[in-house]
């Protein structure tokens, strides 16, 4: 009994200890990719989005910091009536950002760790969809608006060096969003402009690297030329 309680003391050791690169006073950056592809029958497209953050650890271990988000959609579908000799063409073009303040809890060691993040984001998005029918008459479907997002989910990081390493991330989303949707016409003029208030939640998956600077607090200091 005593000598698993010793194991058991000396993992828990191990877990919470921490390194140069995540002690209190050290800063870091990050990069993380998101990517899906379409490619279903008569559609095609891409969706990608960019979320950089920079953090500076209050504890070891522990940080806080700041997130931004910047994302695109390319959307291209054709289907075509043989039996009617008809055939229907549409694209959807969108764009996305947001920002605000994320939080970070590390558990591992210097070559590798599990963390926790969280963060909230406020952000705009604009789509714009068109078909054949309404690329004839040069008018398209436009929905815009603002969004709050939350944000939370476990992640590992694998460290190349001390301080440079890449990371995985999944996490679960939540997002409430006021949108307003209308037709557009060639002279600008809006028909039914309606606003609606919309949520949605999910989970997705991000890649990115990683890399830490600056100097501990319990780093002394030293100076040269004085004793």
Known sequence: MTRTIQISLMALTFSISSYAQMEQGTFYGAGHFNMRAQDFNVTQGL??????????HIRNMWSAGLIG???FQHVDSYS???AAGTSNASQKR???GGFGPLTRLHIGSEKA???GEMSFQYGWFEQRSETSATQADESYYLQK???QQLNVGPGLALYFTPRIGAEFLLTYYWINAQRKSGTVFSDSEVENYNTQNIQDDGMEWKLGLVAFF???RSTPKTFEGKE
């Open 47 to 56: 969706e990608w989005s960019l979320t950089p953050q920079m953090g500076y």
């Open 69 to 71: 988000t910047v994302g």
């Open 80 to 82: 075509q009536n043989e």
């Open 94 to 96: 969108g764009s996305w």
């Open 113 to 115: 760790s599990l963390f």
């Open 145 to 147: 608006g603002t969004y």
């Open 214 to 216: 600056g100097t501990p």
